[in-house]
C-alpha cells in the first residue's frame, strides 16, 4: 500500500498523471472516490488526459464497489439494510427496551426527535472498533460510579445488546456488510490486476481502514492520494486530525502484514502570489503579513445577505460575458447559511444556470409526508392536524380551494376524530341558501379526502401480517394515483425551472419502495399496528437524502463548503462568510463523556471537538485556495430584520494576512447600480428609483439611464418596464367614479356607524365595506352566535306565553318549562353540530339552558310590570272623581290634590288637541275610557 500526501490541490493532477501512464502500458485502472464526486472525478480523468473515454480506467464509489463484489460472488445469506432500515431496527428496539433505561429513558419513551439517529451513529463507531455488546456491557459495569459516562455507556449496551439480538443471523447492516465484501473480494475477482487510487477522502475511518487494507490484498497496487501536511507546518495544527487517521490506518496495515510506503509531494502550484500566500499563510500561526494590496482576491461587505446573492450573481454574469465559461466558477457559503436557497432563486434572474449541490431530506418531499400522516390519521383517530395536513399534499386530488376551505371549516368549528366521518350539517355564523350551499361543496371536498382515509384505516387495521401491513400502504398509492400525481408534480416543477425539485419526483417513488420492502423485512411476517409502522416507516425516511445530479453542459456548481470540490475552477466567490457559531456537540455523549468513554472501551469515538474544528477550518482553506485565478469574499452586515452581524473567522484571517487588501461595499446605492447587469435585476434596481425620479425626488445616474434605455430597445423586457413606468408623473384619481364604486361597495346602503367610520379612516372605511374581509372562524362559541340563539329563543319564548290565557300571571314553573321547549330544539341542533358533541359542548349546552330560562323569568316580570303600569296610569288620568272618591279615607286635602291634577291634565289634553287641529277626541279623558 503507498499513501501518496500532499497539500490540497496537488495531488488530482498527480493521480491523473499516474493513471494516464497506467492506461497507456495497457494496465486496469480503478479509482474509488466519495459517491458525490463520481461524475465529476471521471469528467476531470477524461479532460486531464484528453480521452474521450476508455474501457480500462473505471471510476466507483466504495458502495458501487461493493454491490460490484456481490454482483460476481454471491449475495450474502443475511439481508443487506442501509441506514433506513438500521434506525427501523433501532426505533423498534429502543421501544421496547425504554422502561429499562435510565440517562436516556425519557427520549426513548417521547420518541425525541434525532435520537435514533444519535444511536445509530455510536453504534457504528462500537461495530467499526471490533466492540461487541457484550465487551461494552463488561467495561461499563467495570467502571466506577462516578464516572462520567457510566451511566450513558449502560443505556447504550442495551440497546446495543438488543439490536445485535435482532440483527443476528438474518439482517446485516453497514458494517456487516463490510465485513461480508471482505470475505467475497478474492473470489469476485472485481481486483485482478486493477492498479487502484483512492481519492477525495479527507479522513480514514477504522471500517473504511478495513477496506483498504482487504482491497490491497486482492488488487495489483494501491495508492491512497490523501491531502494533508505535517504537523510542524505553520498551520499543521489544520491536518492533525487526518494525519491522526493515517496513523491509525499504518497501524492497523501492519498487524495485517500489510507493507505500507509514505510518498509526499513537495510541489508548488502555478498561482498568482497573493493567492500562494493565502493558501499557504491564511490560518498558520503568527504568519507574516502579505506586504501589498491583493490583486486576485476581493472582499467585499453588503448590507444583506440577498444583496449579497445579487451582487454573486452580477460578479458572475460580468465574467460570462467577459468569456468564461460557467464551468470554470463556483461558489460556495458555510453551512446553515440559507444561501442555496437564494442562489437557486436569484442566479436564474440574470441568466446563469446553476446546480445547487445541497441534499434534501426525503421526509419533506409531498409524497412522504401523504404516507406518513395517512398512517398518523389511522393510528391517531383522524386528528384534524393529520387529516388536513394529507389534504395539502395534493395526492388526494383536491383543489387548493377545497383545501382552504376544509381547513378554515375543520379550525372554527372545531373538528375532532369521528367528526371526519360524518356528513357536515352545520355551518357557522350561516343559514339559509348560503349555507346549504357551502354545506353542498364542504361534503364533496369532505368524501373526496376521507374516502381513501378510511378506507385506508380498515385495510391497515384490518391487517394480519406484514405483508398485508406494506399492501395497505401500496393500496393507498395506488387508489389515489400517487404515481401519476407524482408525474405531474414533476412535469410543473420542470416548466418552472426547478429542475432538482422535479429529478427529488423521479428518485423519491423508488426509494420509497425500497423502504417499504426493508419494513417488510424488519416485520419478519409479523402484524404492525398502523402506529408502529408510522414511527419505523419515519425513522427509515429520516435517514433518506434526495439529490439531483449536476447538469452534463456547464453550469455554477454552488454548494456548502466541505462538499463541494474547487480543484480546476478559475474564479471562486465565497458568500456568506459571517460568523457562525462554534461546533456544536450534537452526539449522545459530551466530549468529556467521549474521551472517558473511548478511554475505558478502547473504542474509536469518532472525532473530538478540537479536531471538528480543525477539520472546519482545513474545508474553507481548501475551498479558497482551489481557484486559479481569482477569488471574491464576502459578508452581509445585517440579516433581513437589521440585526448587525459579525464578520467569520476565515474574513478577519483574511484582513490580518492582507491589511492592505481594501473593503468594499457595504452601500445600497452601490448595490443596486452593480445590479444592472441583466435585464430583470436592472428592472429590480430602478424601479423605485424611477418612481423617485418621476416625481421630482432625484434624478437618475448615467448607468441608471443607460439601464432603462437597453430595457426599452428589449422585446421581452419592454412589456414589464411599461408595466412599471405606466402611471408615473400622473396625477393620482383620487375619487371613484359611480361604476367603480357601485362595484366595490354594492347597495348604497347608508348608516351611522358606516359615516362615523368613513370621519375617523377613509382607509378602514375602505376595508371594511368596500373589500369586505372574511373573518377568519375560531374555534369555539362566540358571542355572536351566542346572541342568535338567544334571541331566536327569546321569540319563541314569547310568542308561546303571550298566547295563553293566564298571562302575565303565568306561574314561574311553567315559565321555566315554557323557555325549556323553546330553547330545547335550539340547543339540540347545536349538540348535533361538532362544536356541540364535545364535553366542552354540553357544558355550553347547559348554560345557554340556565340563561334562557333566567331570560324568560326576567321577560315574564317585566311584561307584568309594564301592564300593571299601564292599568294604573289609565285610572288615575281617565277617572278623577272615581279616583277622589276612593280617596276620601286619605283626608279632605288628599281628595282636593287628586282633583285638582286630573282637571289640568284634561284642559291641557283639550289645548293640545285643539293647537293640532284635530277633531278626533283625545284618548285620554274621552268616552273611549271603560274605567
Request: glycine share 8%.
Given at each position: ?483 401519476d400525481t407524482l408525474e405531474e408534480m414533476r412535469a410543473q416543477l420542470l416548466a418552472q425551472g426547478m429542475s432538482a425539485e422535479a429529478e427529488d419526483c423521479a428518485q423519491v417513488w423508488t426509494r420509497l419502495m425500497e423502504t417499504l420492502d426493508q419494513l417488510h423485512t424488519l416485520l419478519g411476517g409479523e402484524r404492525a399496528s398502523a402506529a408502529l409502522a408510522l414511527n419505523l416507516l419515519r425513522e427509515g425516511l429520516s435517514a433518506l437524502e434526495l439529490a439531483a445530479l449536476p447538469p452534463a453542459d456547464g453550469a455554477v456548481i454552488c454548494g456548502e463548503i466541505g462538499n463541494v470540490r474547487t480543484e480546476q475552477v478559475r474564479t471562486l466567490l465565497a458568500i456568506g462568510m459571517n460568523d457562525a457559531g462554534g461546533v456544536e456537540e450534537n452526539g449522545l455523549l459530551t466530549a468529556q463523556e467521549r474521551e472517558a468513554g473511548a478511554q475505558a472501551t478502547g473504542a474509536y469515538l469518532g472525532m473530538t471537538a478540537a479536531e471538528r474544528a480543525a477539520l472546519a477550518e482545513l474545508d474553507v482553506l481548501k475551498a479558497l485556495s482551489g481557484a486559479t485565478e481569482r477569488v471574491f469574499v464576502s459578508y452581509a452586515l445585517a440579516d433581513e430584520t437589521g440585526r448587525a452581524l459579525r464578520e467569520g473567522t476565515a474574513v478577519q484571517a483574511l484582513r490580518r494576512l492582507f491589511p492592505q487588501m481594501p473593503l468594499r461595499g457595504g452601500l445600497a446605492a452601490q448595490e443596486q447600480e452593480e445590479m444592472l447587469v441583466a435585464p430583470d435585476g436592472a ?249
Amino acid at each position: 500500500m503507498k499513501i501518496l500526501t500532499a497539500r490540497p490541490h496537488r495531488l488530482l493532477p498527480e493521480c491523473v498523471s499516474r493513471i494516464g501512464a497506467l492506461e497507456r502500458a495497457g494496465e486496469r485502472v480503478m479509482l474509488l472516490v466519495p459517491a458525490q464526486t463520481t461524475l465529476q472525478a471521471e469528467l476531470e480523468i477524461l479532460d486531464g488526459l484528453k480521452l474521450p473515454g476508455s474501457f480500462l480506467i473505471d471510476v466507483l464509489s466504495p458502495g458501487r464497489l461493493q454491490s460490484r463484489v456481490f454482483e460476481r460472488a454471491g449475495q450474502p445469506a443475511r439481508t443487506i439494510f442501509d441506514e433506513r432500515g438500521k434506525r427501523m431496527v433501532l426505533s423498534a428496539i429502543i421501544e421496547e427496551v425504554a422502561e429499562s433505561l435510565t440517562v436516556y429513558r425519557s427520549a426513548a419513551l417521547s420518541g425525541a426527535q434525532g435520537f435514533v439517529a444519535k444511536v445509530s451513529a455510536i453504534l457504528a463507531d462500537f461495530k467499526r472498533s471490533g466492540l461487541t455488546a457484550q465487551d461494552l456491557l463488561t467495561k461499563a459495569e467495570a467502571l466506577e460510579d462516578g464516572h462520567p459516562a457510566k451511566a450513558k455507556l449502560l443505556d447504550i449496551a442495551h440497546i446495543y445488546a438488543g439490536y445485535a439480538q435482532r440483527m443476528g443471523g438474518e439482517l446485516a447492516d453497514a458494517e456487516d456488510i463490510s465485513r461480508e465484501m471482505h470475505a467475497r473480494l478474492g473470489r469476485s475477482g472485481v481486483l485482478d490486476g486493477q492498479h487502484v487510487f483512492v481519492y477525495g477522502f479527507d479522513m480514514i475511518t477504522p471500517q473504511f481502514a478495513a477496506d483498504l487494507i482487504a482491497i490491497d490484498r486482492h488488487s495489483a497496487s494501491l495508492t491512497l492520494a490523501i491531502e494533508t501536511d505535517d504537523n510542524g507546518a505553520p498551520d499543521g495544527r489544520l491536518f492533525a486530525p487526518v494525519n491522526f487517521s493515517l496513523t491509525r490506518l499504518q497501524t492497523l496495515a501492519q498487524q495485517a502484514g500489510v507493507q505500507v510506503h509514505r510518498e509526499t509531494l513537495r510541489r508548488e502550484r502555478e498561482i498568482a502570489d497573493d493567492l500562494a500566500a493565502m493558501e499557504h499563510r491564511l490560518f498558520a500561526l503568527g504568519a507574516k503579513p502579505f506586504d501589498a494590496a491583493p490583486e486576485h482576491i476581493a472582499l467585499r461587505a453588503c448590507s444583506t445577505a440577498r444583496a449579497e446573492v445579487h451582487l454573486a450573481a452580477a460578479q458572475l454574469r460580468r465574467l460570462a460575458a467577459a468569456g468564461e465559461s460557467l464551468s470554470d466558477m463556483a461558489v460556495i457559503y458555510p453551512k446553515g447559511s440559507g444561501c442555496g436557497a437564494l442562489l437557486a432563486g436569484i442566479l436564474p434572474v440574470y441568466g446563469i444556470r446553476a446546480h445547487v449541490a445541497e441534499k434534501r431530506p426525503a421526509l419533506g418531499h409531498p409524497l412522504c409526508r401523504f404516507v406518513l400522516c395517512a398512517l398518523a390519521a389511522a393510528s391517531g383517530g383522524f386528528r384534524t392536524a393529520d387529516v388536513i395536513e394529507c389534504a395539502q399534499t395534493g395526492f388526494l386530488r383536491l383543489t387548493q380551494q377545497q383545501t382552504d376551505a376544509l381547513s378554515s371549516y375543520a379550525e372554527g368549528v372545531d373538528l375532532r376524530g369521528d367528526d371526519w366521518k360524518r356528513p357536515f350539517t352545520y355551518v357557522k355564523g350561516k343559514q339559509g341558501e348560503e349555507a346549504e350551499a357551502e354545506l353542498t361543496a364542504l361534503n364533496e371536498a369532505r368524501s373526496l379526502l376521507m374516502e381513501p382515509l378510511t378506507r385506508f384505516a380498515a385495510h391497515i387495521g384490518g391487517a394480519k401480517n406484514a405483508e398485508e401491513t406494506v399492501a395497505a400502504v401500496v393500496d393507498l398509492l395506488e387508489r389515489t394515483g400517487a404515481a401519476d400525481t407524482l408525474e405531474e408534480m414533476r412535469a410543473q416543477l420542470l416548466a418552472q425551472g426547478m429542475s432538482a425539485e422535479a429529478e427529488d419526483c423521479a428518485q423519491v417513488w423508488t426509494r420509497l419502495m425500497e423502504t417499504l420492502d426493508q419494513l417488510h423485512t424488519l416485520l419478519g411476517g409479523e402484524r404492525a399496528s398502523a402506529a408502529l409502522a408510522l414511527n419505523l416507516l419515519r425513522e427509515g425516511l429520516s435517514a433518506l437524502e434526495l439529490a439531483a445530479l449536476p447538469p452534463a453542459d456547464g453550469a455554477v456548481i454552488c454548494g456548502e463548503i466541505g462538499n463541494v470540490r474547487t480543484e480546476q475552477v478559475r474564479t471562486l466567490l465565497a458568500i456568506g462568510m459571517n460568523d457562525a457559531g462554534g461546533v456544536e456537540e450534537n452526539g449522545l455523549l459530551t466530549a468529556q463523556e467521549r474521551e472517558a468513554g473511548a478511554q475505558a472501551t478502547g473504542a474509536y469515538l469518532g472525532m473530538t471537538a478540537a479536531e471538528r474544528a480543525a477539520l472546519a477550518e482545513l474545508d474553507v482553506l481548501k475551498a479558497l485556495s482551489g481557484a486559479t485565478e481569482r477569488v471574491f469574499v464576502s459578508y452581509a452586515l445585517a440579516d433581513e430584520t437589521g440585526r448587525a452581524l459579525r464578520e467569520g473567522t476565515a474574513v478577519q484571517a483574511l484582513r490580518r494576512l492582507f491589511p492592505q487588501m481594501p473593503l468594499r461595499g457595504g452601500l445600497a446605492a452601490q448595490e443596486q447600480e452593480e445590479m444592472l447587469v441583466a435585464p430583470d435585476g436592472a428592472l429590480e434596481a430602478i424601479s423605485i428609483r424611477l418612481s423617485d425620479a418621476a416625481d421630482g425626488r432625484s434624478e437618475l445616474t448615467p448607468a441608471e439611464k443607460q439601464a432603462y434605455a437597453a430595457l426599452r430597445e428589449s422585446a421581452t423586457a419592454r412589456e414589464a418596464l411599461a408595466r412599471v413606468t405606466r402611471r408615473l408623473g400622473e396625477a393620482p384619481e383620487r375619487r371613484l367614479t359611480g361604476p367603480q364604486a357601485r362595484t366595490l361597495y354594492g347597495r348604497p346602503v347608508m348608516t351611522v356607524s358606516r359615516l362615523e367610520t368613513f370621519a375617523q379612516c377613509p382607509y378602514r372605511h375602505f376595508v371594511r365595506y368596500g373589500l369586505a374581509p372574511q373573518e377568519e372562524l375560531q374555534p369555539g362559541v362566540d358571542r355572536a352566535e351566542l346572541g342568535t340563539l338567544y334571541h331566536e329563543a327569546a321569540e319563541r319564548f314569547t310568542q308561546a306565553i303571550t298566547a295563553r290565557e293566564d298571562f302575565p300571571d303565568v306561574p314561574e314553573a311553567e315559565c321555566e318549562a315554557i323557555m325549556g321547549e323553546a330553547v330545547r330544539p335550539l340547543i339540540e341542533a347545536w349538540r348535533a353540530s361538532p362544536l356541540g358533541r364535545s364535553a366542552r359542548g354540553g357544558a355550553v349546552a347547559r348554560r345557554i339552558e340556565r340563561t334562557a330560562k333566567r331570560a324568560g323569568k326576567s321577560i315574564l316580570g317585566q311584561c307584568r310590570r309594564s301592564l300593571s303600569s299601564d292599568k294604573t296610569a289609565s285610572r288615575r288620568s281617565c277617572s278623577p272623581s272615581r279616583t277622589a272618591a276612593r280617596s276620601t279615607c286619605r283626608g279632605a286635602s288628599t281628595a282636593s290634590m287628586c282633583s285638582k291634577t286630573a282637571a289640568r291634565r284634561s284642559a291641557s289634553s283639550t289645548t293640545r288637541a285643539a293647537s293640532r287641529g284635530s277633531t278626533r277626541p283625545w284618548p285620554i279623558g274621552g268616552s273611549s275610557c271603560s274605567c
